[in-house]
């Protein structure tokens, strides 16, 4: 099959000189992951929940003395990216994405943007197939995790860390209780208008009273912790699912991953990375 068989077009697009605030709230109207940015009709970058997910995590660069929607998305792209021809097959196109660690390719014909293929479109393809091919014979080994109470600093810090698009979230015991994904950090509303860490309010309270009555002391605002922006309950597969039934039900919920749980212990986690890599293996 061909990439422009399972590409998406037309293609939604952002400017350079665009904020950031418009990619994003694109991104979530549309349930997409990239934009390809233009320049007087021309690709000359593409940005993604990653480009704008890690940027706002940090440190307060020079450019976050302005609130998101007056900092443009040329400050945040990736220039000149990796572009592929309709004609291409899907094999190549996944090719392509594992060698540059990319889940996305901007699809043009003679110079002109016509399409974009993601591991997304990659999942669909996937799914039409007709493989015996387990869940256990594909997932990757082992997930990143974070505790229920982490900071959301902490969490993107460890993304940035081991080089991932998700983590698990834990309880106490160990037992998975929710995953964060860049779409979680992008689209959670960390931030108000003027580009401030968003906190919550708790209430702390005294011991028991005599009378049985817990009493309100005072109100403390805290930061947001994992548990506030993580998604659950947890969707998982096991390692004798078929990896097609798998996938179908990462199309049906539109996720993009699944961690692989055996007597309620995570043993791996099977995604769009691996369902690419497999697919570029054909």
């Not at 291409?88 to 110079?111: F, S, Y």
């Not at 993580?230 to 539109?254: I, Q």
């Given at each position: 099959?061909?990439?422009?068989?399972?590409?998406?077009?037309?293609?939604?697009?952002?400017?350079?000189?665009?904020?950031?605030?418009?990619?994003?709230?694109?991104?979530?109207?549309?349930?997409?992951?990239?934009?390809?940015?233009?320049d007087?009709?021309?690709l000359?970058?593409?940005?993604?929940?990653?480009?704008?997910?890690?940027?706002?995590?940090?440190?307060?660069?020079?450019?976050?003395?302005?609130?998101?929607?007056?900092?443009?998305?040329?400050?945040?792209?990736?220039?000149?990216?990796?572009?592929?021809?309709?004609?291409?097959?899907?094999?190549?196109?996944?090719?392509?994405?594992?060698?540059?660690?990319?889940?996305?390719?901007?699809?043009?014909?003679?110079?002109?943007?016509?399409?974009?293929?993601?591991?997304?479109?990659?999942?669909?393809?996937?799914?039409?197939?007709?493989?015996?091919?387990?869940?256990?014979?594909?997932?990757?080994?082992?997930?990143?995790?974070?505790?229920?109470?982490?900071?959301?600093?902490?969490?993107?810090?460890?993304?940035?860390?081991?080089?991932?698009?998700?983590?698990?979230?834990?309880?106490?015991?160990?037992?998975?209780?929710?995953?964060?994904?860049?779409?979680n950090?992008t689209?959670?509303?960390?931030?108000?208008?003027?580009?401030?860490?968003?906190?919550?309010?708790?209430?702390?309270v005294?011991?028991?009273?005599?009378?049985?009555?817990?009493?309100?002391?005072?109100?403390?605002?805290?930061?947001?912790?994992?548990?506030?922006?993580?998604?659950?309950?947890?969707?998982?597969?096991?390692?004798?699912?078929?990896?097609?039934?798998?996938?179908?039900?990462?199309?049906?919920n539109?996720?993009?991953?699944?961690?692989?749980?055996?007597?309620?212990?995570?043993?791996?986690?099977?995604?769009?990375?691996?369902?690419?890599?497999?697919?570029?293996r054909?």
């Amino acid at each position: 099959m061909k990439v422009k068989d399972y590409m998406a077009s037309p293609v939604r697009v952002v400017e350079r000189n665009e904020p950031i605030q418009r990619a994003r709230n694109l991104m979530f109207k549309h349930d997409i992951s990239r934009l390809p940015v233009l320049d007087n009709g021309k690709l000359v970058g593409i940005v993604t929940k990653y480009d704008i997910s890690n940027r706002l995590g940090q440190a307060a660069p020079q450019w976050r003395r302005r609130p998101i929607d007056r900092v443009p998305i040329q400050l945040v792209m990736t220039e000149n990216p990796i572009t592929i021809f309709p004609e291409a097959t899907m094999m190549q196109a996944a090719e392509l994405m594992i060698e540059n660690e990319i889940d996305g390719l901007p699809v043009e014909r003679n110079g002109e943007l016509v399409g974009i293929i993601t591991s997304r479109d990659m999942l669909r393809y996937f799914s039409e197939q007709n493989l015996s091919t387990k869940v256990g014979d594909l997932m990757a080994e082992g997930m990143v995790s974070v505790h229920r109470h982490h900071t959301i600093a902490h969490v993107i810090e460890q993304m940035n860390l081991h080089g991932v698009s998700r983590v698990m979230v834990y309880e106490d015991n160990m037992r998975p209780v929710g995953v964060i994904t860049r779409s979680n950090l992008t689209f959670a509303g960390m931030f108000d208008s003027g580009d401030q860490a968003k906190t919550k309010t708790i209430k702390m309270v005294r011991k028991e009273s005599a009378a049985g009555r817990k009493q309100y002391r005072y109100m403390k605002e805290v930061p947001l912790v994992a548990e506030d922006i993580m998604s659950s309950p947890v969707l998982g597969a096991k390692t004798a699912d078929r990896a097609v039934e798998s996938a179908k039900l990462m199309m049906e919920n539109s996720i993009c991953g699944l961690p692989v749980i055996e007597e309620e212990s995570m043993v791996g986690f099977f995604s769009t990375r691996e369902i690419v890599a497999e697919v570029g293996r054909w």
